[in-house]
């Protein structure tokens, strides 16, 4: 075994650390330690605050309480989970969690904590309290913000309001900052900075807010939240104290009973704006973090900025030293309003410029140029103030999206150059143009869009009739408005169908559909439903009830109604037309009692018919569509809560024909595809199904159900063996500067807990460790990058999220997220190594784009292009993992533990081990996937072979399209499937073969097929579909075959010589017209072996199989006259032999299938093709090859069973006539050619 490191590596720096790990450390301790260092998230901080608070409350001899309400949203859109699993620590805490029906009354919930002691019957000396909610919910929240924050709040009591804003819009209808919505109700607001910010200015807040009397906003964003670090947690610290600069008026400031309105105004303006300044002086709440004696650069920086100031002056080579010898001094706002004016004043006297870094509108820059207006001359010259513009007016600090560290760095560093400069200054300067330049420049575009999860019920319930249109909303059903589903526009939460009560006095339009999700509708959504039923226009509201608020992780729905209680609640107010659809409606048809008796019941499979009686109903209409939300389902599967069916989808390969139906059916993203050697099929991707099973209903007998089994693992016979004593590795670092590894992935497949486990890893050794999870839509199949920092010790750490240039490891698990601009621009040629998964995983899209081709080639170059010419480390981690552990996600600690082999992850193996063990999912299987990571490092073919695919897995990109893209010009271009059907060159092939004679009757028993194994050579390609149709019907049929083939290559070889495209085409398309799938051929798929084979390899037990037909003389019929299909039991093994052996009839007087209109359609379709290929034999020439063999390649486009074949024939007859017309006119040709 060679169990060396890669030798495209740098050489290493360092040997294995052998630090120190924290063994007793829990997950419990990030609420249970009261000192010392833990490892949490931002969130969890937010959860462990009102802990905290507790403890100084006892400590000061207060009998106190917590209440936390408000309503999720991203960034806090996890924030009431993990209120939830830390109930028992909230609990002892007296701490109440009671989440909001929506923002406001979330927000009323905490005014009413503020006056539990202006009345008699108060348990506690007072209740601090937490709102949360996202930026749109801030600005919901208006009325009762104004109103509470002036009446105040309690001497022991305090709120803190938490805004979730995005700035970047990831997981948002609009970008949003907070700040305004806050001042407007003159709430002071504190910004922090990170984690350890978060803790420090919360409890500062809750101080500030007692001695304010105000409410205090709280800005988070996904930078502070959904970021992880060590942290210290000492509740004492830090000694709060109360200014003694100013003078409270008499009765203080906090909430009272009664209060007129002027005095509550009065005592907002005139005192609780100034005691909020006060606080913030004494406590040093704004402070200079950077001085330097001779200061002439001010930057004036806040929260998430103040990371990214640090980070782009050490991107820049300044050190605190270098900035203290050049002349840079810098200010941490805490507090961004009302900004501190004394503070500020005296950090800028003495500077010349002052650069103010803030995020989205200038806010403080506003302010401190407001309050330097009058700058007292004897405090020497006021110096400039730029921020989001310059002094010329140029727009330097946008206000768009999010800044970065980068964007800092440049403006920074042209400030200093206008009095220091240096070479390397410039120099990083030009490297960011350089880089600016290079990502400009093209490269494939293929986005990994947000999808809806395998099995959820939106990919069902969002389909509308043809002909009719629906408006989109808040939550899940948002994503089908970039989606071909005639879903256009949308509203604020709360407001779904409101737009159409405007819209339709003045419109021909008669009817529209308005999705909305029982989320919303316990939101505030039932309103508007009530204001459409007041304006009486026609609407049809499809309430989606999934039992899970979806968009956010799964949280129960705030509130209690069920699916009967909706429908009654909807008939009080009024609507007549009820329809209930669900995936089981069984389990309502037996309650019908518990509905009004207007309701109608279906299943799910009637959707497109009732919504077409809906339509035409006047008024406004009710369906509610039942089904609970797949992802929801698997996690309670997981969790014992669910049954889990034993029951599993196959899709039989050969019989597949690569039409998309299923796909089309079923809008699932776990519906895959199959590159084979005869074109382009379909499989189920098992470690993302959710099992909904609607994929079935696709028409074509190729599904399936295996019944009982387990999905087979590769890897058992010899893995400990292979897997025992493997070497240590040599890190390529000593953290004496930091090391910084992005991960790239797609939502769902583990990227977030490898990024959990590294950073927990780096907290057990004592190192610096922050961890940034950029997800957005991710857990909807979107992208998702998280950004690890390793140093060692906290201090050395700033910003958390990487900048341009600075990533040591890109570990790609995903080829696609890696492509984007986000993730290339960390790359840089001389500093970064790239390890890329490249399992070729499409995107959702691909669902309704069945041709859809994946770039993976133009990543690889991309790649390689950002890496300064070096190769990356490739492998397919995905199909490896999948073999040796039977599910997809261990590819994640897969690829982990190959790039730790290679020495590009410095932490102990034992840090890393432990982590895996507290994260405490499937400990076993993720600490065997990294272990053959780490062997796939040392020896990949050892890993291929224990997979059962020995040579199959290569260290490059080994992908079939790849190895499509690696045979010579001509003997792919053609594929079906493929690129294209026509050749890119025709004329650039290699030399034609001799092909099989046409009467050679060899190969007459079955072979195996492995249609997985591409063929190499065109002789390969013949000889395979000829033997192929001889098992099909007998040597005679299979001879004309090959007497066309070879009579097409004769003729190519003399007006092109060593051309084969046009051969290869003809043998292709000839042979799947003349293989067409019929009854007989069917049920000799099933059962020649092949299927028996596909089925061993992928599944173990005892097992039993369902078939999915619609046989044409058992089946019924829909509306639309089309065939419906049924599930048939094993015994259909037997009828399928017998009817396999009754092929010899086909074509005869006996063959009862072959009179069906469908059958003599195919056997005319064969005959037409070969008259085809001899007219375009008869003219052909050098001039018109290319497009001989576009025509000959038409047939690439006929797929699919019955009425799905139909609609696929039609089409390429109309294209076949497109082409045949140009070619029945050269001048036409020329024309063509010519332009």
Not at 152 to 177: M, N
Not at 304 to 329: F, H, M, N, P, T
Not at 560 to 580: K, T, W, Y
Request: proline residues 5%.
């Amino acid at each position: 075994m060679n169990r060396t490191a890669d030798p495209r590596l740098p050489s290493s720096l360092a040997a294995p650390a052998a630090d120190s790990v924290d063994g007793g450390y829990t997950l419990e301790h990030k609420y249970t330690r009261t000192d010392g260092r833990i490892y949490l998230s931002g969130v969890q901080a937010l959860v462990r605050l009102p802990l905290m608070q507790q403890l100084r409350d006892r400590a000061a001899g207060l009998n106190t309480g917590g209440f936390v309400s408000g309503y999720r949203g991203s960034p806090l859109g996890g924030f009431d989970l993990e209120l939830w699993r830390a109930r028992k620590h909230l609990d002892a805490a007296k701490v109440k969690f009671q989440p909001g029906l929506n923002e406001d009354l979330g927000a009323t919930m905490v005014w009413g904590t503020q006056q539990t002691n202006l009345f008699p019957g108060a348990r506690v000396d007072g209740v601090y309290a937490m709102w949360y909610g996202k930026g749109p919910g801030v600005d919901r929240c208006g009325d009762v913000f104004k109103h509470a924050n002036a009446a105040g709040t309690s001497r022991h009591g305090g709120v803190l309001a938490l805004a979730a804003d995005d700035h970047a819009c990831r997981s948002s209808t609009l970008p949003h900052g907070s700040e305004e919505e806050f001042v407007s109700a003159m709430m002071p607001v504190l910004n922090p900075a990170g984690v350890q910010d978060i803790l420090d200015l919360g409890l500062l807040g809750w101080a500030m807010s007692r001695y304010t009397g105000r409410w205090i906003g709280f800005k988070t964003i996904a930078e502070t939240v959904e970021s992880s670090a060590s942290v210290e947690v000492d509740p004492f610290a830090r000694q709060i104290v109360l200014p003694e600069d100013f003078e409270l008026p008499p009765g203080g400031l906090n909430i009272r009973w009664p209060d007129p309105p002027l005095d509550q105004e009065m005592r907002l303006h005139r005192y609780a704006v100034r005691a909020a300044q006060a606080f913030v002086r004494a406590n040093g709440v704004d402070r200079t973090v950077m001085d330097s004696p001779h200061a002439r650069l001010g930057i004036v920086t806040t929260g998430k900025s103040y990371l990214d100031v640090l980070q782009a002056l050490e991107y820049l080579g300044l050190d605190a030293r270098a900035c203290r010898d050049i002349g840079i001094r810098v200010y941490k706002v805490g507090m961004t309003w009302p900004l501190e004016p004394i503070g500020i004043a005296a950090f800028a006297q003495g500077l010349d410029d002052i650069v103010v870094v803030e995020e989205k509108k200038a806010f403080i820059e506003r302010q401190m140029k407001e309050q330097f207006y009058n700058w007292p001359a004897s405090a020497g010259p006021r110096p400039s103030i730029v921020g989001k513009y310059d002094e010329a007016g140029e727009w330097i600090l946008p206000s768009t999206g999010e800044l970065t560290p980068a964007t800092i760095a440049a403006v920074i560093g042209k400030r200093i150059q206008r009095f220091f400069n240096t070479e390397s200054i410039e120099q990083r300067l030009r490297w960011m143009e350089a880089k600016e330049a290079e990502m400009a420049m093209p490269r494939a575009n293929f986005p990994r869009v947000p999808h809806y999860c395998s099995g959820c019920p939106h990919n069902t319930s969002t389909v509308v009739p043809e002909g009719s249109r629906a408006l989109g909303g808040i939550g899940c059903h948002y994503m089908v408005t970039w989606m071909d589903r005639s879903t256009d526009t949308f509203t604020h939460m709360g407001g779904e169908g409101v737009t159409w009560a405007g819209q339709a006095p003045f419109t021909d339009t008669p009817h529209v559909f308005q999705n909305l999700g029982d989320g919303t509708y316990f939101h505030s959504g039932s309103l508007a439903i009530r204001q459409s039923i007041a304006a009486g226009v026609n609407i049809t509201y499809k309430i989606l009830y999934n039992d899970a608020v979806a968009m956010t992780g799964g949280q129960p729905v705030d509130g209690s109604l069920s699916v009967p209680d909706i429908a009654r609640q909807m008939r009080a107010e009024g609507v007549h037309s009820i329809a209930l659809v669900s995936d089981d409606i069984g389990k309502w048809t037996r309650r019908r009692e518990l509905f009004p008796s207007e309701v109608e019941f279906h299943d799910r499979s009637e959707l497109d018919a009732v919504q077409k009686r809906l339509r035409e109903v006047k008024g406004t209409s009710i369906l509610i569509y039942d089904q609970t939300c797949a992802t929801e389902k698997r996690r309670r599967r997981k969790r014992g809560k669910l049954p889990d069916p034993a029951k599993r989808v196959l899709v039989n390969s050969l019989v597949c024909e690569g039409c998309g139906d299923c796909g089309e059916k079923s809008f699932c993203v776990s519906v895959l595809p199959k590159e084979t050697e005869f074109g382009r099929k379909r499989q189920i991707d098992q470690s993302g199904c959710n099992k909904d099973y609607s994929c079935v209903s696709g028409f074509c007998p190729s599904f399936v159900t295996v019944h009982g089994g387990q999905l087979r693992k590769g890897g058992k016979a010899d893995a400990a063996a292979l897997l025992q004593d493997l070497p240590l590795p040599s890190f390529r670092s000593d953290l004496s500067q930091p090391w910084n590894i992005l991960i790239t992935g797609v939502g769902g497949t583990g990227v977030v807990t490898i990024g959990a486990l590294l950073g927990m890893a780096g907290h057990l050794e004592g190192k610096g460790a922050s961890v940034l999870d950029q997800t957005g839509l991710a857990q909807k199949g979107g992208a998702v990058t998280t950004h690890i920092r390793l140093a060692r010790q906290p201090e050395d750490l700033h910003a958390v999220r990487i900048a341009a240039g600075e990533a040591d490891l890109v570990l790609g698990c995903d080829m696609v997220v890696v492509n984007d601009y986000w993730a290339l621009s960390k790359v840089r040629g001389d500093r970064s190594q790239v390890v890329l998964n490249t399992y070729e995983a499409m995107p959702g899209s691909f669902t309704t784009h069945p041709d859809m081709q994946f770039p993976a080639a133009d990543i690889v170059a991309g790649v390689r292009l950002a890496l300064g010419g070096r190769e990356p480390l490739l492998l397919d981690a995905t199909q490896l993992a999948t073999a040796l552990l039977g599910d997809a996600i261990a590819s994640n600690l897969f690829m982990l533990g190959y790039a730790w082999q290679q020495g590009l992850v410095p932490l102990s193996y034992t840090a890393l081990m432990r982590a895996i063990e507290l994260n405490g999912a499937a400990v076993a299987m993720n600490q065997q996937a990294f272990a053959w990571g780490r062997l796939a490092a040392l020896d990949l073919a050892a890993v291929q072979q224990a997979a059962g695919m020995p040579g199959s897995v290569a260290t490059g990109a080994e992908s079939a399209a790849q190895r499509l893209q690696q045979l010579p010009p001509g003997e792919w271009e053609g594929h079906e499937g493929g690129a294209s059907a026509a050749p890119r060159n025709p004329h650039n092939a290699r030399q034609a073969r001799d092909l099989p004679a046409a009467g050679d009757a060899t190969d007459t028993g079955h072979a195996p097929l492995d249609d997985t194994r591409l063929s190499r050579s065109l002789h390969e390609l013949v000889a395979r579909r000829r033997a192929f149709l001889v098992d099909y019907q007998d040597a005679a049929y299979a001879a004309r075959y090959a007497a066309l083939v070879e009579r097409v290559r004769e003729a190519e070889q003399r007006v092109a010589a060593g051309s084969t495209a046009l051969t290869e085409a003809v043998a292709r398309y000839a042979f799947k017209l003349m293989a067409y799938k019929d009854e007989y051929e069917v049920a000799r798929l099933y059962t020649s072996g092949d299927f028996k084979r596909q089925l061993q390899q992928q599944f173990d037990g005892a097992y039993s199989l369902r078939f999915h037909l619609a046989p044409p003389l058992l089946a019924r019929k829909d509306a639309q006259g089309r065939a419906l299909k049924r599930e048939f039991g094993p015994w259909m093994f037997t009828a399928f032999k017998w009817l396999a052996k009754l092929r010899v009839l086909r074509g005869g007087a006996f063959d009862l299938f072959g009179y069906s209109a469908e059958r003599r359609g195919e056997r005319q379709l064969i005959a037409d093709y070969e008259r085809t290929v001899g007219e375009l034999l008869d003219r052909l020439g050098a001039d018109n090859l290319a497009l001989a063999v576009e025509i000959a390649s038409v047939p690439e486009h006929i797929r699919g069973y019955g009425h799905v074949k139909e609609a696929h024939l039609h089409d390429a007859k109309q294209r076949e006539a497109r082409l045949l017309a140009t070619w029945r006119n050269p001048k036409a040709l020329h024309i063509v050619q010519a332009a």
